[in-house]
């Protein structure tokens, strides 16, 4: 009777400990089960999200990259500093006579800064003048010539007046 009573005890003890072995599973391993499994497909949306984002930042810096590198030419023109007496010197050499009158910088609506500048210059041929717009355009600013151009035929030279805009960052 000793026996089958250390069994009864045994297998009351195993059950009581599988009963509760069996309610903390269901009761604690299971719902940190769930919210782990939860917390998992977050993360992935997330990491799904971040990878997302992350091509198209790349995509964006590639092409941003890509655009300085092949403008900058453009970039380093605006960055240089506007020195009239410079501009000058570069279109005096084609020709006889040159009065240039630039106008104080005022910021322009896309956040640039632009000086007007009115130039009269007179020279011998047409090609002279030709070759003042050669030099405009290669010059070490971004300069747009302005309509209208003013020719006048003075004894053997011509008078010429136009205006350009020169565009620079902001200092």
């Known amino acids: 009777m000793r026996n089958s009573h250390k069994t009864i005890e045994l297998l009351s003890v195993v059950f009581f400990s599988l009963l509760v072995f069996g309610i903390f599973v269901f009761f604690v391993l299971v719902p940190e089960g ?8 977050q993360v992935q949306e997330i990491d799904a999200e971040v ?25 380093e ?29 005022f910021d322009d609506s896309r956040g640039m800064y ?32 302005k309509k209208p151009i003013i020719f006048e035929r003075v004894g053997d030279e011509i008078n010429a007046t136009f205006g350009i805009e020169i565009y620079h960052s902001p200092v």
């Open 34 to 41: 769930k919210e782990y499994r939860n917390l998992e497909i």
């Open 77 to 105: 023109a605006l960055e240089n500093s506007f020195d009239k007496e410079t501009l000058m010197e570069m279109l005096k050499r084609d020709v006889t006579a040159l009065d240039l009158d630039v106008q104080e910088r």
């Open 114 to 145: 632009m000086r007007k500048a009115e130039v009269k210059a007179r020279f011998k041929s047409p090609k002279n003048f030709y070759r003042l717009i050669e030099v405009i355009n290669s010059s070490e600013w971004i300069m747009s010539v």
């Open 51 to 75: 990878s997302r984002l992350q091509m198209r930042y790349d995509s964006y810096y590639d092409r941003h990259r890509r655009l300085q590198e092949e403008h900058q030419a453009v970039v």
